[in-house]
Structures are given as C-alpha cells and as structure tokens.
C-alpha cells in the first residue's frame, strides 16, 4: 500500500490578528479621508502660478486670489526703450491681458489617486498663466512705436554738378523688430515693471557699394568727352558740360541706373543742326469765359528727344574722344493734331477741387512748381496719369526748395518738396469727383487734419505713385490755379455721370497715439494723432439714380506727441528743452471746394510765379502735421 505524506496545517487566524489587520486598514482608511479633507476646495494642493499660491482655494476664491496678484501686475503699463527713446505702452490698448478664470480653470479637478494626493500636499504643482493676446491690437501698437523708431536705409547717390560728379555713400537704416518686441511684452506681462529694451535690427541700403562705384565710374566717363550727333546732312557736338547737365543717377532696385534729359540735350543742340530743327506744337487748349477752346498744333521738324536721349545713353561708357550717333531727322508730326484736339469731346467742366494750407514760403515754391508742372495736362482716353512724372523729381534744378515734411516715423524733417502732397491731394480728389478711375493712390500714414480722412494722397520718388486712368471715350484737360494758401485743380471733358458724391464711413479701430521724448538738439515738438481706419465710397448718379459705387479703405497709423526735452519723473513737472524747436499749435481746419460741375470756374487757369526762393535750406517752423510722403514702406 502506498504511503500518503500529510501536509502540516496553516495556523488559524486568531481575534488578535484579525483586529490587528483591521487596525492597519482603518488607518489607512482615515489617512485617505484625512487626504481628500486636506486636500482643500476646487483647486489641487501645492497649486502654484508664478509665485501665488492657490491651492486648496475654491475656484472663486483663487480668481480672486490671481486678480488681486497677477492681475494688478498685468495692467500696469509698460516703459519700452529703443533708439534712445521712450515710450509708454499700456496692456489693454496693446490687447494683452491676464485670464484669471481660465488659468483657475486649468489648475482645478481633484484627483482621488491617493499617492498624488499626499504629492500635492509634500510638493508644489506650477501652473502656466492663461495670456490672452489680441495679435492686430499689439501689431498696431507696435507698428505705431515702429513709425517713430524706422529709418529707411539712405541709398548711395551721385549729384552731379559743374561737371564734378559726387558719390554720396549709403547710410544704413533701423527698424523695430515687432515679432521681437511682441514675444518681450507678452512674457513680461506679470512680471514686475521694469525698463524694456525693445530689438532694433539693421536695415541695410539695397544698392551696394560696388554697384554705386560702378555707377560713379560710368559717371566720369559719360562727361569724359564730348558727343558727335549726326542727323541727315548736318552734325553737331554736344559737349562734356551739357552732357553733365542731363544726366542723373536714380536708385532702381540695387542698381544707380543713368537717365538722361533728352530736352537738356535738345536746348543744347538748338540752332546747331542748321536746318534741322523747326520748333513745332501739340494742339492744347486754352480756358475763355469758363470754356475750354482748342489751341491748334502746329508741324515741326527735327530729332525726338526721347531718340536723342537713348542715343546718348547707349555711348556714355565709352571712353573715347570719338563717340557719335546718328539719329533720325524727319517731321515732327503733332502728338496731338487739331482736328483729333476737336474730335476729344473737351467741352464742359467735370470738377474742380480747392486745397487750402497754412502759409508757408516753402510751401508757395513747392506746391505751386507742382502745379504749374500739373497744368496744361492732356489726359487722352485710356491715358494714364502719373503725379510723380507730372511733378518730375523733387530737386533744387527741378525747382523744388527744402521744407518740412513728415518723416520717418510720423516725425518732423527737412527735405526737398516739404509740402507736394498738398498737389497730389488736390489732384486726387479732383480726379475721384471728375470720375477718373483710380490705378494706384497712397495715402499719408499717418491722419493729417487739413486734409479730408480717406480722400487724399501722397507721393514718394522711387517709391510710390498717384496715378488714375481717363476710361473715358473723351478727352480730359487739367487746369491748375494757385494762391499763397490754396491750390485748386479743375478738369475738362464732357460729363458721364450727372453727379459723383463722397460718402465718408464712421472712424473704426482708433489706436491711440504715445508719447515720446527728444532730447536732441534737432528735436521738432508736435501733437499726437490717433490712428484708425475708415471707408470712403465714391457714388456714381445718373438721370438722378445711384449707378455705381466704389470703396476706397483706409488705414492710417498713430501719430507720436513729440516732447522736446527729458522726461519727468513720476511727480516731476515736464521742463521743455530750450533747444527743442516747438511747433505752431494753430492748424486750420480742412476745407475743400468739391463739385461736378456747378461752381464758377478759378480766375485763373495757369499757376503764377511764386517769389524765387534762396537755394539755402530754410529753417521754417513746421506745423504739428505736414504734408510730405511718408517713410518708405510706411
């Protein structure tokens, strides 16, 4: 039989143990209760947001808890420094703003997990802080700060003068780096207040200093000798010194690119092809008793300039004391004939427009060389009409004199032709209420307050253009007049539409404008001006109904107040600099003259000579805003 091995018996269980294993469970039972008691209201122990402790707080009392802390850091303003310059930037208009309740709500939910229940009692749990950031409300602030801090880079250039050609080297610009500067704000914003310094980067001048060597070289040798012109049986020489005189250098994308004067060379040719040049004339027209009346052409023979001049500029990088061309000789039709002047359809007025501005000898040169340049224009059907062409480049040999225009910025400068966009207003809203259609307008960038809001525009040689179209089937002849205070401009054709109206929407997204201070000698104080951006609607009537309706939007930029002298501590009383130059405070309020049609025409049709001006730069006192082109790309 086999043997069975008994196991041994597992020792009962007796009462003292089981108490004993009870014990330990009940224990660990009333550490668990004790650990959800402890563990406190909505919001986790150990629950820390930079530094403000909230844990175990019900959510409303931790919203108030972060408001009370966080909060009242968040809407203190913010002193940004760039360019050795100050400005003030308060949260709320920058749309930045600290979201209590959101982070609350990311820092509560209890959990039951008994080993992060005591991890949240033994330790500290940091929450992020929920930054609710309006991205187009802090671009415009920062924009608005860019207008005072940007300077373009100054390309090289080459003036040319006696027969001496001077290269002038480029100058590197600056510009606020808004991406940059955005990231500071939105990471300092519950920190305590302390000076920012906001990133400037470097903006380098397009045209290098190899090509503008290349250009100073070209320079040289075009005036090295002089020039053979051959046309038919006669010849004549165009020396060194009128060569000099019509030749310019002009920044075109990274190249100085040489333009010649084809009339310069035309003066100076006169009389020397014997035989040759029989002056001749477009038909124009002339305004009599309010009615515009053709002026007949008449043939001429001769060279075109525009023949001459790219005859010339095909030679210029010779260097030999041989250098000839040939150009044609043949009659100079009419561009413009007597009979297609007759056929145009030029008979009535479409509109005129009057553009006061406050007195300024500046402004009298500038804005009247632009309007005599303006006056007289043919504007034949699908022409297009280019301000910048018309007026010609702002130069002292142009006829233009240094004022004060608004610069980088927003901010007061010196320059050549301080005050043309007070033309380029004036022909702008002549063309939109004549119907013109428009091609390319560039607003000021920042609101000037003589001017109508949305219906005005500027220039910027090289840069930008005002240019509109006649879509008309007829004709259009632009007649200028000027006196000391005012311009107006008046178009002639033959009427489309019975009445063209501007409808002026209400001022939306106001950016308030900041404050800055200059120390500099050169600091010119002016008025700040908001920014917003408004509608204008150009509406078309015929036989007394609305037939058409256009909408042109405009956004203009903040302006900076500009506080000549050093700003005052908290409690201070601001002390002007005695170096500052402080700006007129007294600026006229717009006033235009628009119609279709129904006014009597300007006592004058042509622009009279204002008083020669010096060729020195004036120091005039600059208004709070002046009409100038704005900053490149502003």
Sequence with gaps: MAEHRRLPALPAVGSRGRLIVGGILALLAIMYFALILMSGGDVRQGTVVRGVTIGGLSSAEAVASLDATLGKVSGKPFKLEAAGKEFVVKPKDAGLEFDATATVQNASGRSWNPFTLAADLLGQREVEPVVVVDELALTSQLDGIALAIDRPAIEPSITIKKQEATLEEGKNGRALDVEATSALLIEDLLKAREPISAPVVKVLPLVSQESADKSMALAESAMGHPIIVKAGDSSAKLRPKAISRSLTFTAVGDQLEPRIDGQVLQRALDGKLEGAEVPGRDASFEIVDGRPVVVPSVVGKGVSDVELATAVLDVI??????????????????????????????????????????????????????ARNVNGTLLLPGQTFSMNDAMKERTEANG?????????????????????????????????????????????????????????????????????????????????????????????????????????????????????????????????????TIAVDRVFFKDGVEVKRETITTNYRPA??????????????????????????????????????????????????????????????????????PAPGR
């Design 317 to 370: 990088d010779e260097d030999s004391p041989e250098r000839s061309v040939t150009v044609s000789m043949a009659i100079r039709e009419p561009a413009v004939t007597t009979e297609q002047a007759r056929s145009l359809g030029i008979t009535e007025r479409l509109s005129t427009f009057t553009q006061k501005f406050p007195y300024a000898a500046y402004r009298v040169q500038n804005i009247g060389q632009a």
């Design 560 to 629: 900076p107040e500009v506080m000549c002298g050093k700003k005052p501590k908290p409690g201070e009383e601001f002390v002007p600099s005695p170096t500052g130059k402080p700006t007129d405070t007294k600026t006229p309020k717009p006033t235009t003259n628009t119609n279709t049609g129904n006014d009597t025409a300007p006592t004058a049709a042509a622009t009279p000579t204002p008083t020669p001006q010096s060729t020195k730069k004036p120091k005039p006192t600059p208004p709070p805003v002046e009409d100038a082109a």
């Design 400 to 532: 233009y004199t240094v004022g004060f225009v608004v610069g980088a910025g927003g901010v007061f400068a010196e320059d050549l032709g301080g005050g043309v966009s007070a033309a380029t207003t004036t022909v702008w809203t002549g063309a939109f209420f004549a119907g013109m259609e428009r091609v390319s307008t560039q607003a000021h960038s920042i609101y000037i307050s003589r001017y109508q809001p949305g219906l005005e525009a500027t220039v910027a040689w090289g840069l930008f253009d005002m240019k509109f179209k006649n879509d008309m089937p007829t004709g259009v002849f632009i007649t200028t007049a000027m006196t000391n205070t005012s311009m107006t401009v008046t178009f002639w054709g033959t009427r489309i539409y019975d009445e063209i109206k501007a409808e002026f929407g209400p001022k939306q997204k106001v950016v308030p404008f900041t404050t800055i201070f200059d120390k500099s000698k050169t600091c010119l104080g002016q008025g700040g001006m908001d920014g917003f």
